[in-house]
């Protein structure tokens, strides 16, 4: 009896052996293996179309980075003219704001010179104002931007060319454009693409970019 256990077990443990060593699977984790992580933040400024107008545009982006190469995180953009009239709902004000989830491939991150390719995918929202509305006045301020605005989903891929200014910093420019889809009702003067443009924006990246965490895991597997 013991000796049909014993043959029977080692008769189990040769099979998963064996299909372990056929398996050729590939997944994420095994072709991304992190070997260095980093984290930065990107203050930026921009300037773009917004409801067929240019206008001033501010943002900012906190990315978690794998192997220098791969970044995800979230970002936020903004029209940050306060007096901003597009010719297309002139003469009232718009405000208008999106944010969302990033992913952003660079090649060649340890060049001093360098392409990265990001890309948005988020949610937006822009409102038709009038003119009689103050910024900072709260007065029915609720129900005048909720009754003139509409929510977007926005897809923005770009690019950027990036340097290597010291080790915890970069200086980037590039340019992208914006895809806008409603998700609700519009108004008149809120149609679908009223997010939608090309912008050209400069900023900075600043954080840790290449932490080696192989090398210590290996020095803390040494000295234990």
């Not at 004000?93 to 090649?107: F, N, P």
């Not at 770009?158 to 895809?179: C, D, H, P, Q």
């Not at 912008?199 to 290996?218: E, M, P, S, T, Y």
Request: glycine share 8%; net charge positive.
């Amino acid at each position: 009896m013991r000796k049909r256990i014993i043959v029977m077990t080692l008769l189990i443990v040769s099979l998963i052996g064996q299909s372990q060593a056929q398996d050729t699977t590939q997944t994420l984790l095994k072709l991304i293996k992190p070997q260095t992580l980093g984290l930065y933040i990107a203050p930026e400024m921009g300037y773009g179309q917004v409801r067929g107008s240019l206008t001033n545009i501010g943002g900012m982006s906190g990315m978690l980075i794998v192997n220098k190469k791969w970044a995800i995180g979230l970002t936020s953009q903004m029209v940050t003219s306060r007096n901003f009239v597009p010719s297309a709902i002139s003469p009232n004000y718009m405000r208008a704001a999106w944010m969302g989830g990033k992913i952003e491939y660079t090649l060649k991150p340890d060049k001093l010179m360098h392409v990265s390719f990001p890309l948005m995918v988020g949610m937006g929202r822009a409102s038709a104002d009038s003119l009689t509305y103050k910024w900072g006045r709260r007065d029915d301020w609720y129900d005048v931007r909720n009754a003139n605005s509409s929510r977007f989903v926005v897809v923005q891929p770009g690019i950027n060319v990036e340097m290597n200014l010291i080790r915890f910093a970069k200086l980037y420019v590039g340019a992208s454009y914006r895809l806008s889809f409603l998700t609700d009702d519009a108004t008149t003067l809120l149609p679908a693409n009223s997010l939608q443009g090309y912008d050209i924006h400069a900023g900075l990246r600043l954080g840790l970019f290449g932490v080696n965490i192989k090398r210590k895991q290996a020095t803390e597997t040494k000295s234990e």
